[in-house]
């Protein structure tokens, strides 16, 4: 898969600007394979974009719940 353009610009660089960019879900669905909604469910995200920085505090919390509920199930 080829991404094009800018869009993912703000995901392979650091810096402060690049955090308040917003990125596409439709973009990040084609990206991960996930789509739209379920996104927008697993992650508890709304609207149709997101920064980097509330995608990534949005994974954080979901890879947290996810490992509580796996430690409970050992």
């Known amino acids: 898969m080829t991404i094009s353009g800018p869009i993912f610009r703000p995901i392979l660089f ?3 600007r690049s955090e308040d960019e ?3 879900l439709d973009c990040l669905s084609e990206l991960v394979g996930f789509p739209v909604e379920q996104l927008k469910e ?6 149709d974009e997101v920064s ?3 995608l990534r505090e949005s994974v954080l919390k979901f890879l947290d719940l996810t490992m509580e509920e796996f430690k409970k199930t050992e």
């Open 22 to 24: 917003l990125i596409p």
């Open 42 to 47: 697993e992650l508890e995200l709304e609207g």
């Open 14 to 16: 650091s810096s402060k």
């Open 52 to 54: 980097v920085e509330n």
